[in-house]
T-cell receptor, first 114, second 113 residues
Framework: EADIYQTPRYLVIGTGKKITLECSQT?????MYWYQQDPGMELHLIHY???????EKGDLSSESTVSRIRTEHFPLTLESARPSHTSQYLC?????????????FGEGSRLTVL | AQSVTQLGSHVSVSEGALVLLRCNYS??????LFWYVQYPNQGLQLLLK??????LVKGINGFEAEFKKSETSFHLTKPSAHMSDAAEYFC???????????FGAGTRLFVKA
């Protein structure tokens, strides 16, 4: 069982609100990721991090931002939420060596913006 | 560049029947290939992965997949479906040694009693 946690699991908010989705892992993994998932669609990488103080934008453009101040913590922030941000957001981490490439996922944060 | 195509957004089988979920990939470099499973309201969980060792890879819950370079395929099979196998399955590819993983659109497996 993966030790990666996301909060909140579900969030319903109004347009214009600022939100932060939390993601923490206890496995000591250097690499962390945020994926956006919509029904019937592939997962899209929106942010990733190689390690502390490293963040990069993924393949799908996103208005969200991330930070990586501690190895175990990789929060995602939306400064002003809009209905188009309604989606499921999945956080993941990966190791190196024998388990390189394997992604460990959290249970997801389902965001609804009214 | 890499991409993944999963053939069939929905697959329905009877309990005890063979499960076959199809995946074709495109990669300009030697790939790592993965199958993940997602149960309702949960994150994805790794089923199995191919990393250029044996072409037939065995995973958890009785699933296996065969890497066929000539067909650029990595289909997932299970000899006998169980009700608990009902879930969404994602095929994924990354460059060997790389870390950006590209996912297919997923195939939802239904298992009929």
């Amino acid at each position: 069982e993966a030790d990666i946690y996301q909060t909140p699991r579900y969030l319903v908010i109004g347009t214009g609100k600022k939100i932060t989705l939390e993601c923490s892992q206890t496995m000591g993994h250097d690499k962390m990721y945020w994926y956006q998932q919509d029904p019937g669609m592939e997962l899209h990488l929106i942010h990733y991090s190689y390690g502390v103080n490293s963040t990069e934008k993924g393949d799908l453009s996103s208005e969200s931002t991330v930070s990586r101040i501690r190895t175990e913590h990789f929060p995602l922030t939306l400064e002003s939420a809009r209905p188009s941000h309604t989606s499921q957001y999945l956080c993941a981490s990966s190791d190196h060596g024998m388990r390189a490439g394997e992604l460990f996922f959290g249970e997801g944060s389902r965001l609804t913006v009214l | 560049a890499q991409s993944v195509t999963q053939l069939g957004s929905h697959v329905s089988v009877s309990e005890g029947a063979l499960v076959l979920l199809r995946c074709n990939y495109s990669s300009s470099v030697p790939p790592y290939l993965f199958w993940y499973v997602q149960y309702p309201n949960q994150g994805l969980q790794l089923l199995l992965k191919y990393t250029s060792a044996a072409t037939l890879v065995k995973g958890i819950n009785g699933f296996e997949a065969e890497f066929k370079k000539s067909e650029t395929s990595f289909h997932l099979t299970k000899p006998s479906a169980h009700m608990s196998d009902a879930a969404e399955y994602f095929c994924a590819v990354s460059a060997a040694g790389g870390f950006k993983t590209i996912f297919g659109a997923g195939t939802r497996l239904f298992v009929k009693a």
